[in-house]
Every structure is written in structure tokens, then in C-alpha cells.
């Protein structure tokens, strides 16, 4: 018997493929355009595990079956190359990042070669190819030379700057500060999370609990020189163009509330510039503030003279009893008198080894010192003294709050913690379910709207009146102004690595090698700037300092036009290849343009992106960034890069299994068990410890919704699923899965598991099933008693009969719908029963037997290919026509209608489904167990759904 053997198969047709360019994509659409994109992977050394071809073999699914439909499909792929992981393997090894990467990038491509997907390989690159970075580092250029123009609402070129004549008027050097302080991209010292064990700063999201969360090693705040992006310029059209996608409604959410837009108020509390008393702004000075503000109005930055804040609730100013700024603001060692000095710095030291996500956690303790010095409320006039705090943020806002404890949970236990005023300003009312007795005594905080209290001029007017009054009122004497603030940050974009981007910009030095804050930008034909090629990594670099600081003189010192320059030596983070390779992909040789206007203006946007929901907010949201400066910048055609969102499910380990016995061996329910420590576990009424149990799928069985032991029934076992990890050992390797069970195996296997969006243990019970399907559709078509391969002796080349007919036809439509809703796993079990059919069929028409080997083909592409061509056909199947259905063919020949009586079922009636109302009232009075039953009764009412039932309502 030929039977079925993937080994041999899946690599002829790979090879097929492959020598012919079946994939191959026109440079310019032919006819209708698809461009289905995956999120490119990061080549690491463990290669792929099945995890990842998951959302791989979905859009490989969508790819060859929009081929089908006529679609001219764009379907590349490539590789995220930079970053932190090669560099932490060199630190290792010694071995150098770009070789490590480019032979990680080679099991990675054969592998995916493997599994057979249909990308076109010609245009393949890594983020790491200096033809590919060369345009990354032009992108950064028009960064740097872009302003937001918030009144255009518009990123425009910097030349087109208005610039003040006041700045004018001090020349030159103020106007290039002035255009710096409005660029896109600019410098900026900034607390930055600095892991001396990793070398390098991370990213808050990658600190938890103080460590980071690659190799759990401590982290500290300090300050370095950054490359910042203006990303908050464009926060707005960030949150309102989701409107234009189609994505998943989660996925909005989370970019909405990354963004987090809140309206309120910026209000500036006076300081002064010298003191009345130590720590006391001066009454004469602050009376003279006001004036001038009431005449100029309220600035566009705050000066020495005042803190500035931004609230949303600047109805609660009256109720605001002190001041918080963080433990980085600037003002922190001028507003510090010398008694509190010392306590002020030990808090700054513990703060600086905390992260942002740390330092603003709900649940924690708060903490703080005091400065000695205060504030005056514009409000009231009245002093009130500025502490720090760590649960305030120099990156987030002002770095400034005020706080008003009566109304603001985190502020109302600080000021408990430290025994400061509770003013309450807004009375609750009779609001249910709290307490307005509490609330006026400052016993509890109410953050809900209601009524002004303590508020001189505003009592007795709703939140929501006073807001806008008092924000009119405060903008009317120049000491406040309605603003919107978004909890989105600009972008940190520097990186102290060795293995990243190299920045194309030059630092001016004076004659002594210093800088003079004066910065150039490399021409676009300087492009690209490549890491120093005779500089060895050195795998023992553990300081802020970047790396490149030791670059070789010729690559670090340039000389331009009389001038010495040192390149910058930050590297650009792992993100800013990841931002803009969906557009290198339209036009991957291109040596004059990061992508040809036409062809970009054909291709775009990108119609399917499949990725993992892990990077729902911070690619997206950077991606969709830099397209949209591209956008303004005429670069790019569309708003938006990605129409469609699809986000995969994450495939956990096998199912595993765990008993517990108590110390005579005695077998103990896991539901009478509570874990107390890791690994360590005890009976929840004894408290008595007992042991856990790794038992086999064997040893259990599934009764309801739990596992129990099958040799006592009674005993419940512990059942989950963990994420796949080395230090588990529960990887699973798709090179072992294809070569046991074969490529087309595994890829159907993954879309049969469940929805593609859910999370789903992998089971090799279930790819041994589906090997199982594929060998019966083998069976269904060849020949199983011939010595060579060739078509079933029941395959004939004749017409189907009627009922054949309509098991084909009703097997195209639903997995026509199916794959069009990305429903995949319910294809596939369409497609088991039409081969559970058709098994049975002592004569299997050929016509049906190619038409169902053109549905399975997407999922199964291989051993499609090999029956298309046993059945006679000399070319490969991936652009034959998608099969359609005849909407007679799938229509119901009967149907069954239920009849009521006063509502309750009482008999059933076989009708053609267009069986008009009249007919069907008739037939259901003449079926005899109705017409007995409504003998001697009145039929007050006839209700008829055609199609659905028949209610007599009758007394």
C-alpha cells in the first residue's frame, strides 16, 4: 500500500515551491490587493516552538486562499533582529551579536520553510541588514525635522517653525534651542531604569517588583541623556483614528486607556523666588504675581516662580491641604530647607531603586518626607506645604500634584500617614451606599461628583458647573486654563547597547573636546551609519556609559566643514525596526526610497496583521506613531498602517496532572487542599502537609467539569495547563511534531485546537487525531492495495448523485464562511464529516473528490498538492479558482415545523421549506394528533412563522 508519508511529500512540494516562485508577488498589484502580515519574529537561539506557528498558519490560511479567490497576495516575511537577547548572549559567550543573530535568523527560516508557508522569500530582510536600517535611520532624520503643529493638528517640517521675534531677536543659537525644544525627536536627561547586571535601561514595563524581569536583576533610577520622541503630540489622533480600524474592541480599550485622555485644568501655585521665611513665599512678592498674571495671562510654561499642576478635578482646589512633587522634580533641592536635607536625599536614594509601575502601585504603602518649605493655593491664599512623594512621577504630568485628601483615595492616606488636614469640599449628598456623615468629617474620601462645600463664592454649585466656572474664573486672572492631559509619555529612545541602530547624528565639540549642545544630522546620502566594523564586543561592559563610547576614534570623531563632531553613541531601541518593515516589504531592493510612492499608494494599508496580544499596546501604538508622522509628511498615503487586527490565543503545555497525599500515602481531593508557600501544601482542616503527585493522563479520568483518580473516583486531581518554558520542561519542539507526524499535521492540528483567539493546552493525543483525518483523506482517494501511488478504484469519473451533491455544496459553503470568519477549527470539523461521508461512498465522484481537495488544500497545502496531482492535474493547485457553492444545493429539502396549542408544543409537521402561510395553517390543522386535539375547540387566533412553527390559540 502507497500510504500516506509526509517525509516524503511535504519536502517535494516544498522544493516545488520553491524553484518555481509559487508565491512570488508582482511588484504591483495585478488585480485585487491582499497584503496579509505577521508580526515578525525575534530569531532567538532556542529556534520556534508551537506557539509560534499558530498565527503563522492562520494568515498562511488567509494567504492561499485569497490566491484562490482571485486576490493578488502580498504575504513577506522577516526578522526583528537588534536588541537586548543577542546582547545578553554575547555577554556570555564573547561570541558577537551579529553572529549569533544571522545563524539563529537561518534555523528560524528553516523551520519556517518547513511547516510549508507560502511567503515570498525574495523579500525577506532582518532589522539588522544596513540596507534595511540605512531607511530606519532616515526615519529618525524626518523625526528630528518635524514639529507638531497642534492648530493644522499635523506634523510639518521644522523649517516651516514660526519662530517669536523675541527669539529672533537674541539670534541664531536661540532659534535652534527654540526649534530643538518643538523637534519630534529630542534630548532630554531623564530617570531611566538602569540594570547594571543587563548593561543597559529598561523600559518600565520590564520592571516588576525592583528586578527586572529578564533575569530578575536589580534595578536603579538614575539619570542619563536620552533621545526622547514627541509621541504625546500625536495622543489625539492616536485615540480617535482607532475609530478607522477594524480591531479587536479589547485591543482599542487597551490603547485607549495607555493613552488615557482626562480633561481638566493646569493651575500654577506660587512659590516665589525668595523667601518671607525659611520656606515661606514672600506676600509682597505673590500679591505683584498676580497682577502681572491677571495683565499677561497665564504662560505657556511655568517659571521659577510656581509649581504647576493639572487635575481633573479643579472643583476640589478649595480642598487642597498640601503639595506633592516627585523625588527627580528640579525644584526638589531648592525647596529643601538645610534641616530636612539629610531625610530628603536618604528618600531620594530609596526611591531611585524603585520603577515607575512600582511606585504608583494602588496597594502600597505610602510614603514620603517633607521639604520644610510651602505653597500658596491661588484659590484661598493660604499656605500649604510641599512634600515628595514616590507615588508622583517627574514623567507623568508636572511632576507636581495637589493634593486634596478628602477627595482622592491615595491622597486621603498619605495625609493619615502623616497626620495633615482633611478638608472635605464636595458633600455627597444622599448618595446610597456612603456615608455624607463620614465624608464631612473627613473620616472617609469621596471621589464621586456632588455638591460645593467649604468652597467660598462656589458653594452650593454641582461638580460639574463648578468645574467650568471656577476653571474661567482661574484662566480670567491668568493663574490656570482648561487643558487635556494624557497618561501616554513621550518615548525614551535611546538605549545604552552595543547591538541597536546607530544614531545618525553628530554632537559639535568646542576646543577642549567637550560638547557644546550643539547637534548636526547626517545627510540622507551619509546613510547608513553601520556600527564600527573592527570593534569587538566586549562582553564585559556593565556601566551607564554606552558602549560606543569605546568605538574606535575614526568611527566616533568626524570633522565637518572646520568643525570636530563625536557620533552619538546611545543605540535606537528593538522597537524602531519593528515601527515601519510592513512598509520595507512593498519594496524591499529599493536603494533611492524607503518605498516607492506608487507602490505604497497600491499596497497599503496591510488588510490581516496577526500577532500576539502582548504587543497590543506599545508596537501598535509606536508603529501607528511613526506612520502617521509619515503620513503628515507625505511619505505614506494612508492614516493608518494595519485595517484589520487579529490577535492569537498563546498555546500552553500539556494538560498536567497532580495528586496529593497526606504521610501514610493516603490519596487527599485537591479541593480539600491549600497551597501555603511554593510547592509546599497542607489539608485545609488538619492543616496536616501533604505531598503532590505528577500522575498520568492515564491515571485520570474526566467526570463533569473536574478529574478524578480512576482507581478512586472520589479523589479530585489538580488539572491545568502552564505556559510552555525550558525551566518546566514542557517545550514542545515543532521540529519533533513534523518529523513524527508531518508539517500538514501540526498546521491543522493548531487550527483545530479551538478558536484562534482563546488560550489551549497542547495535547499530543490531538495531533495523533488529526494524523489520523489526514491518513483517512489519503485512503478516501488513493489506492490503498496498489504497489505505486495512484486514484482509488471508487474515485470515478462520474456525476455526483443528489445527496452527494448536497454534502459537497453544503461542506464549500460552511467552510467558505468558516474561513472568511477565521473560524478554522470549525472548517476543519466540516471537512471531517464531508471525509466520514464520502468514506462510505462506494463511488466517489472525481469532480467532488478535487473540489474538497481545493477546501483542504489552505490548511494542508502538501498532501493536497500530491492528490491534485494523482488526480490528474500537471500544475500546482495554489491559484486554482476557490470552489463555489449552488444556494440551491444547500437549501433544506424539508424541514420539520413545530405546532402549538396555546403556546405549548404538541406535534411536528415535514414541509418543503417555502411552504407558504396558508399551507402551512392547513397541513398543521390536518396532521391528526392537532386536528384531534383541537376538535370541539374554538381557534380564536392562527400565528404562522413560515419556516419556524405553527401556534393555535384556541378556548
Not at 469640599?425 to 463620614?438: F, I, K, L, M, W
Not at 566594523?533 to 554606552?546: C, I, Y
Not at 568643525?563 to 531592493?589: H, V
Not at 473516583?713 to 513524527?740: C, F, H, L, T
Amino acid at each position: 500500500m502507497p500510504r500516506y508519508n509526509p517525509s516524503i511529500i511535504e519536502p517535494k512540494w516544498q522544493r516545488y515551491w520553491e524553484e518555481n516562485k509559487t508565491f512570488a508577488c508582482p511588484r504591483l498589484p495585478t488585480g485585487p490587493k491582499y497584503y496579509v502580515l505577521d508580526m515578525f519574529p525575534y530569531p532567538s537561539g532556542e529556534g520556534l516552538h508551537v506557539g509560534h506557528p499558530e498565527g503563522y498558519t492562520a494568515t498562511d490560511i488567509m494567504a492561499r486562499y485569497a490566491r484562490m479567490k482571485g486576490k493578488c497576495v502580498l504575504h513577506p516575511m522577516g526578522w526583528d533582529a537588534f536588541g537586548l537577547p543577542a546582547e545578553q548572549h554575547a555577554k556570555r559567550t564573547g561570541e558577537h551579536p551579529r553572529t549569533a543573530t544571522y545563524r539563529n535568523i537561518a534555523n528560524f527560516r528553516r523551520q519556517l520553510k518547513m511547516i510549508g508557508f507560502s511567503y515570498d522569500w525574495d523579500r525577506e530582510f532582518a532589522t539588522t541588514d544596513p540596507d534595511y536600517f540605512r531607511w530606519t535611520q532616515y526615519i529618525f532624520l524626518i523625526l528630528y525635522d518635524t514639529w507638531y503643529d497642534p492648530e493644522q493638528q499635523r506634523g510639518r517640517p521644522i523649517s516651516e517653525l514660526p519662530i517669536p521675534e523675541e527669539v529672533a531677536a537674541e539670534g541664531e543659537d536661540a532659534i535652534e534651542r527654540y526649534r530643538d525644544e518643538h523637534r519630534l525627536a529630542y534630548q532630554l536627561e531623564a530617570p531611566v531604569n538602569w540594570c547594571p547586571a543587563l548593561g543597559t535601561v529598561l523600559a518600565n514595563e520590564e520592571v516588576v517588583g525592583g528586578v527586572s524581569e529578564r533575569g530578575g536583576h536589580p534595578v536603579i533610577r538614575i539619570p542619563l541623556r536620552q533621545w526622547m520622541l514627541r509621541i504625546t503630540a500625536y495622543a489625539d489622533r492616536l485615540e480617535k483614528d482607532l475609530d478607522l480600524v477594524d480591531w479587536p474592541e479589547s485591543i482599542k480599550t487597551l490603547q485607549r486607556n495607555w493613552i488615557g485622555r482626562s480633561v481638566g485644568a493646569e493651575v500654577d501655585f506660587f512659590i516665589g523666588t525668595f523667601w518671607q521665611k525659611p520656606g515661606i513665599p514672600s506676600r509682597r512678592e505673590y500679591e505683584g504675581w498676580c497682577r502681572d498674571r491677571e495683565l499677561a495671562g497665564f504662560p505657556k510654561k511655568p517659571d521659577e516662580s510656581c509649581l504647576r499642576i493639572f487635575t481633573t478635578r479643579p472643583d476640589t482646589l478649595f480642598g487642597a491641604t498640601y503639595m506633592v512633587i516627585a523625588p527627580e522634580h528640579p525644584f526638589v533641592d531648592r525647596l529643601t530647607l538645610p534641616e530636612y536635607r539629610e531625610a530628603v536625599e536618604a528618600y531620594r536614594e530609596q526611591a531611585a531603586r524603585k520603577s515607575d509601575l512600582d511606585r504608583t502601585e494602588l496597594s502600597r504603602e505610602k510614603t514620603g518626607v517633607f521639604t520644610g518649605s510651602y505653597a500658596i493655593n491661588p484659590v484661598n491664599g493660604e499656605l500649604i506645604p510641599i512634600w515628595i512623594a514616590d507615588y508622583v512621577l517627574a514623567t507623568y504630568g508636572t511632576g507636581a500634584i495637589m493634593a486634596v485628601p478628602a477627595h482622592d483615595t491615595r491622597d486621603f492616606e498619605f495625609a493619615k500617614q502623616y497626620n495633615l488636614p482633611i478638608v472635605p469640599v464636595v458633600d455627597p449628598g444622599d448618595r446610597p451606599a456612603v456615608s455624607r456623615e463620614d465624608v464631612l468629617a473627613g473620616k472617609i474620601a469621596f471621589v464621586e461628583d456632588g455638591v460645593a462645600i467649604n468652597s467660598g463664592p462656589y458653594n452650593g454649585l454641582p461638580t460639574a458647573e463648578f468645574k467650568k466656572k471656577i476653571t474661567e474664573d482661574l484662566a480670567r486672572r491668568g493663574l490656570g486654563r482648561e487643558a487635556v492631559n494624557y497618561r501616554l509619555r513621550d518615548w525614551i529612545f535611546s538605549r545604552q547597547h552595543f547591538w541597536g541602530e546607530p544614531f545618525p547624528i553628530l554632537h559639535e565639540l568646542d576646543d577642549q573636546g567637550r560638547p557644546t549642545g550643539r547637534v548636526r544630522p547626517l545627510s540622507p546620502e551619509e546613510l547608513p551609519l553601520d556600527l564600527p566594523a573592527n570593534m569587538p564586543f566586549d562582553a564585559k561592559h556593565e556601566t551607564p556609559e554606552p558602549p560606543l563610547e569605546k568605538a574606535p576614534p575614526e568611527w566616533l570623531y568626524v570633522t565637518r566643514d572646520g568643525k570636530r563632531y563625536k557620533r552619538e553613541t546611545n543605540t535606537m531601541p528593538q522597537w524602531a525596526g519593528s515601527c515601519w518593515y510592513y512598509l520595507r516589504f512593498i519594496d524591499p531592493k529599493n536603494d533611492r526610497a524607503l518605498v516607492d510612492p506608487e507602490l505604497e499608494k497600491a499596497w497599503m494599508p496591510v488588510d490581516l496583521y496577526v500577532g500576539g496580544a502582548e504587543h497590543a499596546v506599545l508596537h501598535l501604538l509606536y508603529a501607528r506613531f511613526w506612520h502617521k508622522v509619515l503620513y503628515d509628511r507625505g511619505l505614506v498615503s494612508t492614516p493608518e498602517p494595519f485595517q484589520k487586527l487579529v490577535n492569537q490565543g498563546m498555546i500552553l503545555g500539556e494538560m498536567e496532572y497532580t495528586g496529593y497525599q497526606d504521610e501514610s500515602g493516603a490519596w487527599v481531593s485537591e479541593d480539600d487542599i491549600e497551597e501555603i508557600g511554593e510547592m509546599r501544601f497542607v489539608v485545609k482542616t488538619t492543616r496536616k502537609p501533604v505531598r503532590p503527585i505528577k500522575l498520568r493522563a492515564d491515571q485520570v479520568e474526566k467526570r463533569g467539569d473536574v478529574f478524578v483518580l480512576k482507581e478512586n473516583p472520589q479523589i479530585r486531581v489538580d488539572a491545568r495547563a502552564y505556559k510552555m518554558s525550558k525551566s518546566r520542561g514542557n517545550v514542545v519542539n515543532p521540529d519533533d511534531i513534523v518529523r513524527e507526524y508531518g508539517a500538514d499535521s501540526l498546521r491543522l492540528y493548531e487550527m483545530f485546537m479551538g478558536p484562534l483567539e482563546s488560550t489551549k493546552p497542547w495535547s499530543m493525543e490531538g495531533v495523533h487525531g488529526v494524523r489520523g483525518f489526514l491518513d483517512r483523506v489519503w485512503r478516501m482517494i488513493v489506492d490503498e492495495r496498489a504497489e505505486v501511488a495512484q486514484v482509488n478504484p471508487a474515485v470515478q469519473d462520474v456525476e455526483p448523485t443528489e445527496e452527494q451533491n448536497r454534502v459537497l455544496h453544503r461542506t464549500i459553503k460552511a467552510v467558505t464562511e468558516d474561513v472568511e470568519r477565521m473560524e478554522f477549527n470549525t472548517a476543519i470539523a466540516r471537512m471531517m464529516e464531508f471525509v466520514n461521508f464520502f468514506l462510505k461512498q462506494e463511488v466517489r465522484p472525481k469532480k467532488v473528490m478535487e473540489t474538497f481537495v481545493l477546501l483542504l488544500s489552505p490548511f494542508a497545502p502538501h498532501i493536497c498538492e500530491e492528490l491534485w496531482q494523482l488526480l490528474g492535474h500537471t500544475q500546482t493547485l495554489a491559484y486554482e479558482p476557490w470552489p463555489e457553492f449552488d444556494p440551491e444545493l444547500v437549501r433544506e429539502r424539508q424541514i420539520e415545523v413545530p405546532i402549538q396549542i396555546n403556546g405549548k408544543l404538541r406535534g411536528r409537521i415535514i414541509v418543503p421549506p417555502e411552504t407558504d402561510q396558508e399551507t402551512l395553517a392547513k397541513l398543521a390543522r390536518a396532521e391528526p394528533r392537532i386536528a384531534s386535539l383541537l376538535e370541539g375547540k374554538e381557534i380564536v387566533k392562527t400565528i404562522v412563522v413560515p419556516g419556524r412553527l405553527v401556534n393555535f390559540v384556541v378556548k
